[in-house]
């Protein structure tokens, strides 16, 4: 764990956010950022109310290998909206991961995630 002024790092953990604006991620690299990114994003859900959204996907990479040898990575997500935080179970997140947005169509299992729900 590494500390960038009062934020506690944990270099396992990458965030990546979805807004109607775009994607955002971040890790160790430009976690320093991420306090007043997140604070105009709270602004935007809280005046927007019903046009603003956000999707968060935590990914969590363990010491364990999958079997194309990468890293086993936890996956859990939430949905926010206004004054709104909808955790996601692990079965929400894991049928978003594996179906086409565009189509609704099934796309290949990912072998290297395990999805679990979101805690806060």
Request: hydrophobic share 40%.
């Amino acid at each position: 764990m590494q500390r960038i002024g009062d934020i506690k790092i944990n270099k396992n953990i990458h965030l990546t956010f979805i807004t109607p604006e775009g994607r955002s991620t971040f890790a160790l690299d430009n976690a320093k950022n991420f306090p007043y990114w997140w604070l105009l994003q709270c602004a935007k859900l809280i005046n927007r109310k019903e046009d603003f959204f956000v999707v968060l996907h935590k990914r969590e990479f363990t010491p364990m290998k999958a079997e194309n040898g990468l890293p086993i990575k936890k996956i859990s997500s939430c949905f926010l909206q206004g004054e709104h935080v909808i955790p996601m179970s692990a079965d929400e997140a894991r049928k978003a991961f594996h179906t086409d947005a565009k189509t609704g169509k099934p796309l290949p299992r990912m072998i290297d995630h395990v999805f679990v729900d979101f805690k806060f």
